[in-house]
């Protein structure tokens, strides 16, 4: 004996608004930013596009990393060896002054984090997703 045909209200689209069904009705149209309108808040696109960024980002850092990591390291090295042979003078002072002011930008980055915990935490996981499939 078959059972009978559950009701499912939430197919009434006269009880969506017009912008619900354009974009539940307009299949053929569909983008990335379509598919991030389906969440029901802000959460679920923070968490979807935290990760796909933090993917990317672990890919990139895949890619450049190694050719990045010798260039700075080599620089380093080289700025060292010049500055001992008295080849250049490191103004120490304006280093200074300036690593006091990465003190601010963790600042700005902790308080961007705690108000944007949902995208933070897609982004640390797609980051290593994104180093893992390389």
């Known amino acids: 004996m078959a059972r009978p045909i559950p009701e499912t209200p939430d197919l009434d689209l006269r009880k969506k608004s017009k ?3 354009e974009v539940y009705s307009n299949e053929s149209n569909k983008s ?3 598919i991030s309108d ?4 802000n959460t679920g696109k923070n968490f979807v596009i935290g990760t796909f960024s933090g993917w990317m980002a672990g890919m990139s850092v895949v890619k450049i990393g190694r050719i990045a990591a010798f ?3 080599g620089s380093v090295i080289l700025l060292h ?3 001992e042979l008295g080849y250049i003078n490191v103004n120490w002072e304006r280093i200074k002054e300036s690593a006091g002011q990465s003190q601010a930008w963790l600042d700005w980055l902790f308080r961007f984090v705690k108000q944007n915990s949902c995208y933070s935490v897609g982004f640390v996981g797609g980051f290593c997703f994104g180093i893992a499939s390389t």
Do not use: K, P, T, Y
């Open 38 to 41: 389906r969440f029901s808040n």
């Open 19 to 21: 912008r619900d069904v």
């Open 32 to 34: 990335i930013f379509d």
């Open 81 to 83: 060896f010049a500055s």
């Open 71 to 73: 260039g700075l390291g």
